[in-house]
């Protein structure tokens, strides 16, 4: 168990709709991490949050969109939903920069 | 943007026999983490290893920062040892750049 925490496991839903994923950190972390996982594009990155503050961004699609609460957990939000958003979705924490640690993902199927 | 490259793209094993998995990247980093993927999806970390040399049980990776390169070597390889492992490289703050994988199958 990393301690990184994310819900739901499993989401299954339409397209066109709009879904929000949760992701509570390691207790201490300040870094939040969203990487998608899909059979075609591999692991990628999507964005980085410190401490509420949003600090890198990468392949994140403006149907996207990400924040970090002062609790310090996470929020990715899709909309718009298409079939080819059903991947893995993982939420990461570290200290800062440096060694991160990875939550179970949560699976996304868009029908 | 930093690219990384992991070979053998796939690789057949017999329990009880060892193994090398290479990640090549093509720029300096400050952060090189493994990580095992295992059959039910879970990431799990292996080593955050940017440079030298560390050993856990029957794992052990070594990363040569300046040659750009870093091995992860598993000993007596077991079952449960299968799934895919990955490299994933920190360019100094640049986005964390995971590898294509290894897919690891141990046959009883």
């Known amino acids: 168990d990393s301690g990184v925490t994310q819900t739901p496991k499993h989401l299954i839903t339409a397209t066109g709709q709009r879904v929000t994923l949760r992701c509570s950190p390691r207790s201490g972390d300040l870094s939040v991490y969203w990487y998608q996982q899909s059979l075609d594009q591999g692991l990628q990155f999507l964005i980085q949050?410190?401490?509420?503050?949003?600090?890198a961004k990468g392949n994140i699609l403006e149907r996207f969109s990400a924040q970090q609460f002062p609790d310090l957990h996470s929020e990715l939000n899709l909309s718009s939903l298409e079939l080819g958003d059903s991947a893995l979705y993982f939420c990461?924490?570290?200290?800062?920069?440096?060694?991160?640690?990875f939550g179970p993902g949560t699976r996304l199927t868009v029908l | 943007g930093i690219q990384v490259e992991q070979s053998p793209p796939d690789l057949i094993l017999q329990e009880g026999a060892n193994s090398t998995l290479r990640c090549n990247f093509s720029d300096s980093v400050n952060n090189l983490q493994w990580f095992h993927q295992n059959p039910w999806g879970q990431l799990i970390n292996l080593f955050y290893i940017p440079s030298g040399t560390k050993q856990n049980g029957r794992l052990s990776a070594t990363t040569v920062a300046t040659e750009r390169y870093s091995l992860l070597y598993i000993s007596s390889s077991q079952t449960t040892d299968s799934g895919v492992y990955f490299c994933a490289v920190d360019n100094y703050g640049q986005n964390f750049v995971f590898g294509p994988g290894t897919r690891l199958s141990v046959l009883p």
């Open positions: 990461a924490s570290s200290v800062s920069n440096n060694e991160q640690f």
């Open positions: 949050y410190y401490n509420g503050e949003e600090r």
